[in-house]
């Protein structure tokens, strides 16, 4: 009886200390989930701080179409030089040429080339010391009975004053023969004092001095 006893006591202890330790040992399956749960946390949740946020300059170049390049004027490639004889001569040329085509025009006798550049108020002194208007300027020119071998130019000195007003300062060689049959050979000073008139140059005053005669 006393063996019957005890068996059934070692069995209640037995049973007793399997329930106990079962209750103290953790789950296998807990600890899987709860590592997991652990893992699965900082990627799963990952802070909005976390990601890169673009700046307000980024945004802009990226939006922004890229500046076009300036280019510089293709008037202002040219040089000042070039320019000046581009279309409209300049003072000084146009000066030079109206008064070229004046001296050339006396040994012609050609006074229709010369009226268009002589102002309707003209006044002078020729080399004599007579006043003369255009009238009589273009009048002597048509009756002038010496006969040219060269009329030319020498040299030409213009002063722009702007405004439309200029002088030449110039020197003019003449040779040929008179009315009486002599050969001459005569040089002159002049000054003629121009106008820019509607666009067109024109001589409205002109002094010629008598510098030597051969």
């Known amino acids: 009886m006393k063996s019957i006893i005890s068996f059934v006591v070692v069995v209640a202890l037995s049973f007793i200390a399997s329930a106990i330790a079962q209750e103290e040992s953790p789950s296998p399956t807990g600890e899987q989930k709860a590592s997991a749960t652990v893992e699965e946390t900082p990627a799963a949740m990952a802070s909005p701080e976390s990601k890169p946020t673009a700046t307000s300059e980024e945004k802009t170049a990226a939006t922004s179409p890229a500046a076009p390049k300036k280019e510089e004027p293709a008037g202002q490639k040219k040089s000042t030089a070039a320019a000046a004889h581009t279309g409209k001569m300049s003072v000084d040329a146009t000066l030079k040429d109206n008064e070229n085509h004046w001296e050339a025009a006396i040994m012609k006798h050609d006074a229709a080339t010369v009226e268009p550049m002589v102002a309707n108020d003209f006044v002078g002194v020729d080399s004599k010391g007579k006043v ?12 002038d009975k010496d006969t040219y071998t060269s009329t030319k130019n ?4 213009v002063h722009n004053y702007g405004g439309g007003v200029a002088v030449v300062v110039g020197t003019a060689r003449e040779k040929g023969t008179g009315k009486d049959g002599k050969s001459f050979d005569r040089s002159y000073r002049f000054t003629d004092t121009w106008m820019e008139r509607s666009g067109q140059w024109q001589c409205i005053a002109s002094q010629v001095s008598l510098l030597s005669q051969k």
């Not at 003369?132 to 009756?143: D, I, P």
Request: glycine share 6%.
């Open 154 to 157: 020498e040299k030409l000195d």
């Open 132 to 143: 003369r208007n255009r009238r009589a300027l273009l009048g002597e020119m048509k009756s």
